[in-house]
């Protein structure tokens, strides 16, 4: 996508058009992903992934036009932020309420799987702000910004344990892209079947993936010199 948006990036610097509006468009193409999921079938899992793809792209696009320009600002890193964490848990909870049968093409509607989509999108909003927080933490004591070597655990137990799980990337599955990759899979799946089995099997899958990684990212952070 980076090679796209290069490509792009001469056609938008010379307009009107600014980072943060592009930012702006980020974010509704995130939110629509998540919104597309509700189209039953394999059309909506189709519209969802592609319109993530849009996502990454002005991902990609709002930063180099900004620093292209000269217009990088705070509050464009702010609203970028804020960006991702509504996206990826739009996307999330709209897996949730497709799994739910929402449309009851299966004869009712089951909520809990809208609760077990929300418990996703749940973990992946709290895994970024683990992240986040760590910066506000040292900002508001006083430090600097965490330099990338104090993100090892101090235990060598915890630090094998993470450079596994980083080696699995298991945890990228709730993120944006590749969760609109398994629900465009999962989507086909269900279509051959003829039910939304593999749909529910990949929200249960998601859901605890993001509980998991919520809590090791937590122990993880704790056990390292990132708040020292």
Excluded at 205 to 214: E, G, N, P, R, S
């Amino acid at each position: 996508m980076r090679e796209l948006s290069l490509r792009c990036d001469p056609y938008l610097v010379n307009t009107r058009i600014t980072p943060n509006q592009l930012t702006h468009l980020m974010v509704v193409a995130g939110v629509l992903a998540g919104a597309a999921l509700l189209v039953p079938g394999l059309t909506g899992a189709l519209v969802g992934a592609l319109l993530i793809q849009l996502y990454l792209l002005l991902d990609c696009v709002d930063g180099e036009v900004a620093r292209w320009r000269g217009q990088t600002s705070i509050t464009g890193v702010y609203l970028d932020r804020v960006g991702h964490y509504l996206s990826e848990a739009a996307l999330l909870v709209g897996f949730g309420v497709r799994a739910a049968d929402v449309f009851q093409s299966e004869g009712g509607t089951n909520w809990l799987w809208a609760f077990i989509g929300t418990v996703a999108a749940l973990g992946a909003i709290l895994i970024k702000a683990e992240t986040d927080l760590v910066d506000v933490a040292r900002a508001r004591s006083g430090l600097a910004a965490v330099k990338d070597e104090a993100a090892t655990p101090r235990s060598s137990g915890l630090a094998l344990a993470r450079r596994a799980a980083a080696a699995l990337k298991f945890h990228r599955l709730v993120g944006g892209v590749e969760a609109s990759l398994l629900i465009l899979f999962v989507a086909v799946l269900d279509m051959v079947r003829g039910d939304l089995f593999f749909t529910r099997l990949g929200v249960a899958v998601l859901a605890a993936i993001a509980v998991l990684q919520t809590l090791l990212h937590l122990v993880s952070i704790l056990a390292s010199s990132r708040l020292k």
